[in-house]
């Protein structure tokens, strides 16, 4: 199963982050920084919401409505800015899986890449559709029926066998309430040096696709 972090960094992914920081006015590498932060802590969001049957039965009709189709036409999706319908949609997916942590992660990614907590929240709003599209496409093909299989999806696309380190990152942006204290905390997991660079899981990922470079 692809990961997330892997998917950004194909051609499609390449597609993704271009589209999106065109429509929303922003710079393509900073809108990649965010993508490859956010994406993974929006999944982290929906594993945990995805523990309750409540959750878990939420998220699979959420699922069911985004087939992966948007995935098929990004060049119609991106031409001319993305349609309102679509932008609407992000907005209620953000609130369905963060709730009253969104503005705070906002926050927290914001300051991570250097932009406005407003635009990484325009970012979110544009890209959440397309998340639920690959998603959705995914629990397709892999049978997806019932909340375990649901965890076994996320997490797989999250890293299977990221670190222990690496899940608590998500958990802390996740939790974090804006004030900009985790900041100093996670720093070094993600934008420190030393053999954080090697490993092979979620943080890896984040210091050798995307997010390390330039």
Known sequence: MEGILDLLNSPMGKTIISGVAGSTGQDSSKTGSVLTMALPVLMKAMQRNASTPQGAEGLMGALNKH????????????????????????????????????????????????????????????????????????????????SGGLGDLLGGMLGGNSSQQEQSFL??????????????????MVLGGGSQKKSGGLLGGLLGGLFGKK
């Open 171 to 188: 958990e802390k942006i996740l939790d974090a309430d804006g004030d900009g204290s985790i900041i100093d905390d996670v720093a070094g």
């Open 67 to 146: 087939d992966g189709g948007i995935l098929d036409n990004l060049g119609d999706l991106f031409s001319g800015g993305v349609d309102n319908n679509v932008v609407s949609d992000g907005s209620k997916i953000l609130g369905h899986v963060l709730g009253t942590k969104q503005q705070g992660v906002q926050q927290v990614i914001g300051q991570k890449t250097g932009m406005d907590s407003g635009a990484v929240g325009n970012i979110l709003k544009t890209a959440a559709p397309i998340l639920m599209g690959v998603l959705g496409k995914q629990s397709r093909q892999n049978g997806v029926s019932n």
